[in-house]
């Protein structure tokens, strides 16, 4: 990582509408990941709430990876969840992703979020140290 913030777009629908970057890479090696929902293509993902957060890791390791990064290099996640009962089908597939990274996680319940199809919305941190002479 350069000496310099970087920022970077995933081309989501709202990202220019609420004026954010999906990701924003600091000098220090700490990558914070906006909120990802269970988009692709423009639409919401079929399936339930495991399909969504699929999705919405999905979106975040990719903007990890445009900054050299992976799900290994994740250390912390918050995933905001509408109902409680699909509390157990995020958490899986939050397992299912990160395996034996096992990042620090938070899971909330939510009133709801900016799409009422959406079930769950997370947020990913990343870290890597900076290279020497970087």
């Not at 700490?30 to 699929?54: D, K, N």
């Not at 290994?72 to 109902?83: K, N």
């Not at 157990?88 to 799409?115: N, S, Y």
């Amino acid at each position: 990582m350069s000496g310099e913030v970087r920022r970077i777009s995933s081309g989501g629908p709202y990202e220019d509408a609420i004026g954010y970057s999906r990701a924003v890479a600091l000098p220090n090696g700490l990558v914070l990941v906006s909120g990802c929902t269970g988009i692709e293509a423009g639409r919401l993902v079929a399936g339930g709430p495991y399909e969504q957060a699929r999705a919405a890791l999905a979106t975040a390791l990719d903007a990890l990876a445009r900054l050299g990064l992976t799900a290994a290099d994740v250390v912390r996640t918050r995933m905001y969840v509408v109902h409680g009962g699909d509390t157990a089908e995020v958490g899986r597939a939050h397992a299912d992703v990160f395996g034996e990274v096992r990042p620090a996680a938070t899971l909330v319940l939510v009133a709801g979020l900016i799409d009422p199809e959406m079930s769950v919305e997370i947020e990913v941190e990343a870290y890597r140290a900076p290279e020497v002479g970087a």
